[in-house]
């Protein structure tokens, strides 16, 4: 894995073992994160039977998010020395940012475009200025005040993809935006942020990381407006040539996006009897929530405890936190 020392990086990660969207047990590790851009990395994976150590002769697995691959990949790979696991396969999706935005609306259906003008149209003239952008550290500052607050409230939150709120995260995105590394969106309902976006620039490449949106709010599905006016500024500036949509399937994903690549997120260990014990734990808990979502679905119950998980048991109600001005001191 010679190709990959350069972008590793060692960290702390939570191994999550989670019944769909419910965590029950986080096993705490150090990794070797590779964090480059899964443009930049090979168009396939190594495989673990040709692996005789993992980078450096380290012990600490390796974690890929994003990894380019040319086909399916089998869950789990063991090789004389090294197991390598996939924990996801799906496709990461892009909207190519060459033209107007208006040209980019009629790649649209009739019926997708028609949609999506009516989401952004209900967030515009109802007071205030509905969608504003952040680069500067002192836009950045800004732009965390109001975030937080829909972080805090977001089903995001709740799975564990909330913004950070530790001084020294926060310390970091004023860092990148002294290097023009980050951009962030925020969209208002009535002077109140309902959505947001942040991003960090890739090059030529945008690439959205993290996001969520007020619950309360998702009948006027905001963070499909605040997308769409995302796109709108892009369109016009001109700065970037795609906007990665980031890690993971989802609708809206697929809904904008103009193309595709096959990715999958895996893991290296060393192969001893304690790592794979644990890698056989985690990918049992996963085969059985793909078997309890297969009745689920038989029972066409799925969607409304799809919805439930996201928007809670009720209406989500604003409610008071400590300042987030504390963490920016």
């Known amino acids: 894995m010679e190709t990959y020392e350069t972008t590793v990086s060692s960290t702390i990660k939570n191994f999550e073992f989670s019944f769909g969207y419910w965590r029950f047990f986080t096993v705490l590790m150090r990794v070797q994160s590779v964090a480059a851009h899964f443009t930049a990395l090979p168009p396939h994976p190594p495989s673990a039977r040709d692996l005789a150590s993992l980078p450096g002769g380290k012990r600490e697995p390796v974690w890929i998010v994003s990894h380019p691959v ?6 789990l790979e063991l ?27 009629q790649r649209l259906s009739r019926k997708r475009r028609g949609e999506l003008r009516r989401k952004m149209r209900k967030f515009a003239g109802r007071g205030g200025a509905c969608f504003r952008e952040y680069r500067s550290p002192a836009e950045m500052k800004e732009f965390y ?4 607050i829909v972080s805090r409230l977001s089903f995001q939150k709740r799975i564990g993809h909330g913004l950070p709120e530790d001084r020294e995260s926060v310390a970091a995105l004023i860092r990148m935006a002294e290097q023009d590394c980050i951009r962030g969106y925020v969209l208002f309902h009535e002077d109140q942020p309902a959505a947001f976006t942040l991003c ?23 963070g499909n407006a605040l997308i769409g006016s995302i796109l709108e500024r892009l369109f016009e500036e001109q ?12 609708d809206y994903k697929a809904f904008f996006a103009t193309g595709s690549a096959p990715c999958a997120d895996m893991y290296y260990f060393r192969r001893t009897p304690r790592n794979v014990a644990l890698v056989l734990a985690h990918w049992a808990t996963t085969m059985l929530w793909q078997c309890t979502t297969r009745i ?25 936190f400590p300042e987030a001005p504390e963490l920016l001191k």
């Open 70 to 75: 040319q086909q399916a990949l089998p869950w």
């Open 79 to 105: 090789g004389p020395k090294v197991v390598r696991y996939v924990t996801a396969q799906y496709r990461r999706y892009y909207v190519d940012l060459n033209g107007t935005f208006e040209c980019y609306l």
């Open 145 to 148: 005040e109001s975030a937080i």
């Open 200 to 222: 960090y620039v890739n090059g030529d490449w945008l690439t959205g990381e993290l996001c969520g949106y007020d619950p309360s709010l998702s009948q006027f599905s905001p």
């Open 239 to 250: 700065r970037f040539k795609m906007l990665d949509l980031g890690t993971g399937d989802a």
């Open 296 to 320: 689920l679905d038989a029972l066409q119950i799925k969607y409304k405890l799809k919805k439930l998980a996201r928007n809670g048991w009720k209406r989500s109600e604003r409610v008071d």
